[in-house]
């Protein structure tokens, strides 16, 4: 199954396949090892840490692979619950699931144990809900979807659209949507002020942008590009599913239509345009485009596209990550509690004494230990650097002229004394040390 392609990548560190694993896992293994309901963190709600609660039980340390597993068979739940909203809606699930089945990005993001995939379940959940007219279970499942990401709280729209002039019931599916949120994050509850500090902080750092985005299209334009990089030519019939949606405007047409509308506009305001982003969509989209009766065999063929792009993107992982490479090199040739500073989205050298160089990034405040001459006067002997930072660094060198200077610098003023790159049975960015 190409979900299982890559479920190992980067172990046993859980920040090499994806960054945001390093803090959901931890979090959930602590949550059965003594550290009870309460995560005490709240930049992502708490029903992902739940669920994967359990399966660390029986662990001694934090799980990734465990964890990974989950992910996968929540990525399955996405496609079963794509195929039932297929089904209610137009009466054929068969072109819904195959979309949700082969974008690249629901494929790619059924590995590592983030919200992405998650959401993307509960969206297909509640929109199958809606349409079925089972308003009081689609709240509950509004507020689960929420509970997993915060932008579930968009599917409230189509919530509204499918209880339209039944006052009672979408008062009743608005009180389950809360009830559903708040027994899935109940602590959000008890840390009132903390968790929407740490919710809008999250939310604010994707409208100010990320490190990578400096040069990208504008946000209608980027996510379309997203779209069409996890689904190919299907888009095109998608988006002739949603406009036929609108002129149509029965019930079901409405209640898909609005939520891919409300959700994109969201998007609208985002300048961190992380493929990620647009997965909620991708159940209705799919829906959509299986209106088409007539179309689907063309559908069904077109579908290659996106499928032989996810077997494409596994291929690197099978192959060892640059930074487990150079790992071993530092366990080998580095004496412990030596005084080292390390980029982000570097495996972790527990016998190092590490100091963590902070992610640039838009709005964001300049990292003084950014200085050769700071961090030598600091007693750092080795700085380790990867091109997923530098390399992003240096092609946006008039939004981050200091931190590239620092990366010259590194480069002029002291000694490389190792470097390894992808290719061959690597992958991954290329990883550089240097002896200050």
């Known amino acids: 199954m190409l979900r299982v392609v890559g479920l190992r990548y ?21 949550l059965v090892h003594g550290g009870g309901g309460d995560p005490h963190w709240f930049d992502y709600p708490t029903l992902l840490m739940y669920v994967n609660a359990p399966f660390q039980a029986w662990q001694s340390s934090p799980s990734f692979l465990t964890a990974r597993i989950v992910e996968v068979v929540l990525s399955l739940g996405a496609i079963a619950a794509a195929w039932w909203l297929g089904r209610r809606a137009y009466g054929t699930g068969v072109v819904a699931a195959a979309v949700v089945a082969v974008c690249t990005i629901e494929v790619a993001y059924s590995r590592p144990a983030v919200t992405d995939v998650p959401l993307t379940l509960a969206v297909g959940v509640a929109l199958a809900l809606m349409v079925s007219g089972r308003i009081e279970l689609a709240g509950l499942a509004v507020g689960l979807a929420t509970g ?23 008062a009743a599916g608005v009180l389950l949507a809360v009830v559903g949120f708040v027994a ?7 840390h009132r002020r903390q968790a929407w500090h740490e919710a809008r902080h999250v939310q604010q750092l994707a409208r100010d942008g990320w490190l990578g ?4 299209h504008a946000a209608p334009i980027a996510f379309t590009v997203r779209l069409w990089d996890g689904l190919g030519p299907v888009l095109v019939i998608c988006v002739l599913g949603l406009v036929f949606a609108f002129v149509r405007r029965s019930r079901t047409d409405l209640i898909l239509g609005s939520f891919v509308v409300v959700y994109f506009l ?14 909620p969509m991708v159940p209705p989209l799919g829906a959509l485009a299986g209106r088409f009766r007539a179309l689907t065999p063309v559908t069904l063929l077109l ?6 792009w996810s077997i494409r993107d596994a291929k690197p992982l099978t192959r060892t990550d640059t930074r487990i490479v150079a790992h071993r090199w530092v366990v080998s040739h580095i004496p412990a509690r030596t005084h080292v500073a390390a980029d982000p989205s570097t495996p972790r050298f527990r016998m190092l004494d590490v100091l963590h160089l902070e992610l640039p990034g838009p709005k964001r405040p300049f990292d003084r230990n950014r200085n050769v001459a700071r961090l030598r006067r600091d007693g750092i002997r080795y700085v380790i650097v990867t091109g997923s930072v530098t390399d992003r660094v240096r092609a946006a060198r008039s939004s981050y002229p200091r931190v590239a200077a620092f990366y010259d610098a590194l480069q ?17 960015p290329w990883v550089s040390i240097y002896r200050l």
């Open 266 to 279: 969201d998007l609208l305001t985002l300048r961190a345009h992380f493929g990620r982003y647009v997965l």
């Open 412 to 428: 002029a003023r002291t000694k490389l004394v190792y470097h390894v790159a992808p290719g061959g049975r690597r992958a991954g």
């Open 148 to 170: 997993f990401k915060y932008p579930g709280v968009f599917l409230l729209v189509p919530l509204v659209v499918a209880a339209w002039r039944q006052w009672n019931r979408l």
């Open 10 to 30: 980067g172990l046993p560190f859980g920040n090499l396949l994806n960054p945001d694993e390093q803090s959901i896992v931890p979090r959930a293994w602590k």
């Open 184 to 190: 899935s994050s109940p602590f959000v509850l008890v």
């Open 303 to 308: 579908l290659v596209v996106p499928l032989t």
């Open 213 to 216: 985005f400096e040069h990208d």
